[in-house]
């Protein structure tokens, strides 16, 4: 994991995130939806879930399928901004591909490329050896870069993580539990699995269809009812959805830190809140200095100011 008290080195470091977008897409809605004795990749493809589009609220059990299954952009990226400044993030895939398509906005949102990938073969598009070559030909050119995360779990991007050592970088691995290669765990410095990333939520709970409709017609009065009580609470405003968006910035800076209860610097987790969100600014929400926001915040953080620093822990009791 990364280091826990964000001290910035004297040359900053500097990530390059590669990420093969439909292996981690598959690999998560296989994880999410396979039953005991199904192997890989065999949900998705019976399901056909690449000519779908992730809708919770949909009448089409593929799309809702896809819902539950969506994999959380900004947790990738959060994770690998607390390595450092995120200097390059690409993501390989064929976006003409509904389930893909519906990340496009997700990822444009936080500055990643989309490298466009065509399906040569009929069933593969050749994104390992796409990803690879720009990999290798970003850190031959850019000798400034420190890290390389790889976020997919094919066994074919181990020679990558060899290489990216060999030329002197730190090499991250994510990659979805079980569908990623044990060898490519080994040749990373660091591997992490995505439902380990702070922020990512649990994998939901599966219920027998027939109980579930069940359910959601027990629920459908009270739902009626509930409905103009909700109508009737004021929107939040705009200051209001500001602040609670730094609230999630700060509780996912001090997971990402995982300090095990260590105190840090406050100047380095408003360094790591930066990375993840640069538009975070402590006095544009009514502060005067980020000393004053974490003490706002006391419910979530513990602070503490001897000597002369502000230091800062999430909560135990969180």
């Not at 039953?35 to 493809?45: F, T």
Request: aromatic share 6%; net charge neutral.
């Amino acid at each position: 994991m990364p280091a826990t008290d964000f001290a910035l080195p004297a040359s900053p470091a500097r990530v390059a995130v590669y990420i093969d977008f439909d292996n981690v897409v598959i690999s998560r809605y296989d994880q999410v939806h396979r039953e005991p004795g199904r192997s890989r990749s065999d949900v998705w493809r019976n399901d056909n879930a690449r000519d779908h589009i992730a809708d919770a609220d949909s009448t089409d059990p593929i799309a809702v399928r896809l819902a539950e299954a969506m994999v959380d952009v900004g947790a990738i990226l959060d994770y690998a901004s607390s390595f450092g400044t995120v200097a390059i993030a690409r993501a390989y895939a064929d976006w003409s591909v509904p389930a893909n398509a519906a990340y496009r906005k997700q990822l444009v949102d936080r500055a990643v490329d989309l490298t466009q990938l065509f399906s040569v073969s009929g069933t593969k598009n050749g994104a390992d050896i796409r990803l690879a070559v720009d990999a290798v030909e970003d850190l031959l050119h850019y000798a400034n870069l420190t890290h390389v995360v790889i976020v997919g779990g094919d066994s074919d991007y181990i020679a990558l993580a060899q290489r990216s050592k060999q030329l002197g970088r730190f090499v991250v691995g994510v990659g979805v539990t079980g569908s990623t290669s044990q060898a490519l765990k080994s040749s990373c410095d660091v591997f992490s699995q995505y439902d380990d990333l702070p922020g990512v939520s649990p994998l939901p709970t599966r219920q027998p269809a027939a109980r579930a409709t069940a359910k959601k017609a027990e629920q459908a009065p009270a739902a009626k009812k509930t409905t103009k009580k909700a109508a009737k609470k004021a929107a939040p405003t705009e200051e209001e959805l500001r602040l609670q968006e730094a609230t999630n910035l700060l509780v996912r800076a001090l997971r990402n830190a995982d300090s095990d209860d260590e105190w840090l610097y406050g100047g380095g987790v408003k360094s790591q809140m930066q990375r993840m969100d640069s538009s975070f600014r402590e006095k544009s929400l009514g502060f005067r200095s980020f000393k004053d926001f974490l003490e706002s915040h006391s419910d979530i953080a513990e602070t503490d100011t001897e000597g002369g620093h502000v230091r800062v822990r999430l909560r135990t009791d969180r």
